[in-house]
């Protein structure tokens, strides 16, 4: 008796960063967005550095998280103008990402940042995932998506044009939102930072922007604002070297003395002396 086997037909495997769209074709919608995400992410790396020593996070900007399947597939994903993902790699065997995938990767993004243009009703919409009974899907809100499917830890909107910033912390379920300290600042517990505004200029435009302090209310500084902090410090440094060289002449210490003791040639010495 011969037993016939029926075939199992496998459904195809859910696609991965590669496979989906890297945009939905829409554009940055003002000029403000692209150095505001610079910005902070240029500020908070060292912190992410002593976090991560394995190097092993990723910070998206303006980059498609996606959360379910649908057709076309960038129906189904968000794309927060910057947040940061903890324990994932920066890249994906060897390939830059082209999104962030959460059926692909389960770990959800710590803080998610909106810049509105307008006045954040599209950031705060909380209209639920729903199906009609003619099988109409209606699309969910940004809102709901990060804080029902996707579980951002920390959603913050700043609307661009009002200064209003307002951040939402995720407990028990649902968004709350928080308030600031006592220095304005939303602290961003896990990382040891918070969250604020400063006005300042950046990259040519002086306006109000988000940037990170830490959690004893210090700046977190940028490449350029570092450099200069540490150029002034040898500058001070120097400075009190060359002061140090009337009070070691004072002591009794020959020019070549003071010389050696303060790693300066016999010509600095002198210069300080007649000087």
Not at 86 to 102: D, K
Not at 117 to 143: H, I
Request: charged share 25%.
């Amino acid at each position: 008796m011969t037993q016939s086997i029926d075939r199992v037909v496998l459904p195809p495997p859910f696609p991965d960063h590669t496979q989906l769209p890297e945009s939905d074709g829409s554009f940055v919608k003002n000029f403000q967005e692209h150095p505001q995400s610079i910005l902070l992410t240029d500020s908070i790396g060292p912190v992410l550095q002593q976090i991560h020593p394995d190097g092993h996070y990723a910070i998206g900007q303006d980059c498609g998280i996606y959360w379910r399947e649908t057709d076309p597939p960038e129906k189904g994903a968000e794309a927060p103008d910057w947040f940061y993902v903890p324990n994932v790699p920066p890249r994906l065997h060897g390939e830059i990402r082209r999104s962030y995938v959460i059926w692909r990767e389960y770990i959800a993004p710590l803080i998610a940042l909106e810049f509105a243009s307008g006045n954040g009703e599209e950031e705060r919409d909380k209209t639920p995932l729903s199906r009609s009974e003619e099988g109409k899907v209606t699309k969910p809100g940004k809102f709901w998506v990060y804080e029902q499917i996707i579980r951002i830890a920390y959603y913050g909107i700043y609307e661009i044009k009002t200064g209003n910033l307002e951040v939402y912390e995720f407990l028990k379920g649902f968004y709350h939102k928080m308030k600031p300290n006592e220095r304005g600042h939303y602290p961003i517990e896990p990382l040891g930072i918070e969250l604020g505004l400063w006005q300042g200029t950046y990259q040519n435009q002086n306006q109000l922007w988000l940037r990170w302090w830490d959690n004893q209310g210090n700046l977190l500084l940028i490449g350029n604002e570092r450099a200069e902090v540490e150029h002034a410090r040898a500058q001070k440094a120097e400075q009190a070297i060359f002061e140090a060289v009337p009070r070691f002449l004072k002591m009794g210490l020959t020019v070549e003395q003071v010389a050696e003791a303060l790693s300066l040639s016999v010509e600095q010495v002198r210069e300080q002396v007649e000087g």
